[in-house]
Nanobody, 123 residues
Framework: VQLQASGGGLVQAGSSLRLSCAASGRTFSNYAMGWFRQAPGKEREFVAAIASSGGATYYADFVKGRFTISRDNAKNTVFLQMNSLKPEDTAVYYC?????????????????WGQGTLVTVSS
């Protein structure tokens, strides 16, 4: 699976962004999808995940109520809607694909990774 993330940018605190991740090469609906992020000087961390069918989602506590993950299996795309952005959300955001039905929260569960898209939130 090849993954291409897009939608990052520079925004002010309180703003919204929608990240997209387009997949190609394999049957997208066979893959659970996740978003991770890595801030400068920090470890990569889990943000959100969605099951292969889209029927279940899971979020890190620090984004609950602000971020929404969704997918369109007909368009081979997963989205991350980010609202009420905070300066601490500044990071490179990566989408990832796991050949499984159910949600995974650990990075080693994911076999394929996109190149990342930078989100910068100014105060």
């Amino acid at each position: 699976v090849q993954l291409q993330a897009s939608g990052g940018g520079l925004v002010q605190a309180g703003s919204s962004l929608r990240l997209s991740c387009a997949a190609s090469g394999r049957t997208f609906s066979n893959y659970a999808m996740g978003w991770f992020r890595q801030a400068p000087g920090k470890e990569r961390e889990f943000v959100a995940a969605i099951a292969s069918s889209g029927g279940a989602t899971y979020y890190a506590d620090f984004v609950k109520g602000r971020f929404t993950i969704s997918r369109d299996n007909a368009k081979n795309t997963v989205f991350l809607q980010m609202n009420s952005l905070k300066p601490e959300d500044t990071a490179v955001y990566y989408c990832a694909a796991a050949f499984r039905d159910h949600i995974g929260v650990a990075a080693p569960m994911y076999q394929y990774w996109g190149q990342g898209t930078l989100v910068t939130v100014s105060s």
